[in-house]
């Protein structure tokens, strides 16, 4: 299995465009979790599904975070307008039982 | 909603030497601790977990330990190698794929050849 895929690995972009994050997580797995990583904050969880339906949503920061699980293989997570804060890497990680398995990670610059 | 503590924040020893991290927890319904290790550019990757119904466990030059009670955990490594280097988090959760894991805050740990 080629484990959890993320793409892009990098994104820059300029304040108040729309950036969207693509997940796909590994075959077979019925939950699905959006990390947030930063130097200051840590580690945090934005949102995560089981079996493709939102189960807790309470850490998404603001109304401009969105996600969406619309099959078993693959999440978007989105943010409009971004904002400069919003500079971080950004993590997919997919479980069956209690193991999660992170991606890659998405390192987001906004200028 | 549980909360996760984790010390030190950094933590340097020298090759060969053993590291200790500890973390606390605050929800006593929580029952399965996982230890994550995330090298430079990765993301976090499991290297062990414990369950609440099990005091010590042991894989190799890792261990964990839990007290319940105190809602303690720790992570033990022993003959530290410079591979050992990386930042280490500790998780606490109610232990099903349905709920979610809260992390500790991170050490970083160095291993100094």
């Known amino acids: 299995d080629a484990g959890v895929i993320q793409s892009p690995r990098h994104e820059v972009t300029e304040m108040g465009q729309e950036v969207t994050l693509r997940c796909k997580p590994i075959?077979?797995?019925?939950?699905l979790f959006w990390y947030r990583q930063t130097m200051m904050r840590g580690l945090e969880l934005l949102i995560y599904?089981?079996?493709?339906?939102?189960?807790?949503d309470s850490g998404m920061p603001e109304d401009r975070f969105s996600a969406k699980m619309p099959n078993a293989s693959f999440s978007t997570l989105k943010i409009q307008p971004s904002e400069p804060r919003d500079s971080a890497v950004y993590f997919c990680a997919s479980s069956l039982k209690s193991e999660q398995f992170f991606g890659p990670g998405t390192r987001l610059t906004v200028l | 909603g549980e909360n996760v503590e984790q010390h030190p924040s950094t933590l340097s020893v020298q090759e060969g030497d053993s590291a200790v991290i500890k973390c606390t927890y605050s929800?006593?319904?929580?029952?399965?601790f996982p230890w994550y290790k995330q090298e430079l550019g990765k993301g976090p990757q499991l290297i062990i977990d414990i369950r609440s119904n099990v005091g010590e466990k042991k894989d190799q030059r890792i261990a964990v330990t839990l007290n319940k009670t105190a809602k303690h955990f720790s992570l033990h490594i022993t003959e530290t190698q410079p591979e050992d280097s990386a930042v280490y988090f500790c998780?606490?959760?109610?232990?099903?794929?349905?709920?979610?894991?809260?992390f500790g805050p991170g050490t970083s740990l160095s291993v100094i050849p």
């Open positions: 998780a606490a959760s109610r232990g099903t794929s349905y709920d979610k894991v809260i």
């Open positions: 599904f089981n079996n493709n339906v939102p189960i807790d």
């Open positions: 929800d006593s319904a929580s029952n399965y």
């Open positions: 075959s077979g797995h019925n939950s």
